[in-house]
T-cell receptor
Framework: SAVISQKPSRDICQRGTSLTIQCQVD?????MFWYRQQPGQSLTLIATANQGSEATYESGFVIDKFPISRPNLTFSTLTVSNMSPEDSSIYLCSVEANEKLFFGSGTQLSVL | GNSVTQMEGPVTLSEEAFLTINCTYT??????LFWYVQYPGEGLQLLLKATKADDKGSNKGFEATYRKETTSFHLEKGSVQVSDSAVYFC?????????????FGKGTHLIIQP
């Protein structure tokens, strides 16, 4: 199994600012994923982050808005840039290990 | 495209009641189907899965059968406990379960009262 530590667990931010969410895994993993769950909606994949290469973004998500770092095999960050109230969501990181997916506990973001 | 529809919550039951959470899907080909659970304050975790038609996934007393003819994967448990209170997500994957191919439902919040 993989244990994921994600922080912050929640934050309230002002419009126009940026927030960086951190995801730490207790083992080395090749692939890390970032999801968003907007209120009343299903989980949506934002991007896939592999160490040593640029993140791959899904349709509707761009690097300027959601820059991702993946400096090593146990850590990744997602930044939500120039936030607006529409960015209020739960953000989840996930890793694939032993053919299973493991998820962090999520970051609940509220943008005023 | 792929989609997953599951019953909206919250679903409130008494302890020892029978549980069914409906899930239907739309997909091309033959996807794998999953149920994930998120307990309060914890991350999502895989509850069970089925990879082909008529397969039954089971774990912790929960069961779900892959029904291709009705494109369904309903989650059932014969006798729920307070500790089953959580949010349950139905999901499908057309890439063997990898996160890049997962499509989730909106989640069903289950509340079990003693």
């Amino acid at each position: 199994s993989a244990v994921i530590s994600q922080k912050p667990s929640r934050d309230i931010c002002q419009r126009g600012t940026s927030l960086t969410i951190q995801c730490q895994v207790d083992s080395q993993v090749t692939m890390m994923f970032w999801y968003r769950q907007q209120p009343g909606q299903s989980l949506t994949l934002i991007a896939t982050a592999n160490q040593g290469s640029e993140a791959t973004y899904e349709s509707g998500f761009v690097i300027d808005k959601f820059p991702i770092s993946r400096p090593n095999l146990t850590f990744s960050t997602l930044t939500v840039s120039n936030m607006s109230p529409e960015d209020s969501s739960i953000y989840l990181c996930s890793v694939e290990a032993n053919e299973k997916l493991f998820f962090g506990s999520g970051t609940q973001l509220s943008v005023l | 495209g792929n989609s997953v529809t599951q019953m909206e919550g919250p679903v409130t039951l008494s302890e020892e009641a029978f549980l069914t959470i409906n899930c239907t899907y739309t997909a091309t080909g033959y996807p794998s189907l999953f149920w994930y659970v998120q307990y309060p304050g914890e991350g999502l975790q895989l509850l069970l899965k089925a990879t082909k038609a008529d397969d039954k996934g089971s774990n912790k007393g929960f069961e779900a059968t892959y029904r291709k003819e009705t494109t369904s994967f309903h989650l059932e448990k014969g006798s729920v406990q307070v500790s089953d209170s959580a949010v349950y997500f139905c999901a499908l994957s057309d890439s063997g379960g990898g996160a890049d191919g997962l499509t989730f439902g909106k989640g069903t919040h289950l509340i079990i009262q003693p």
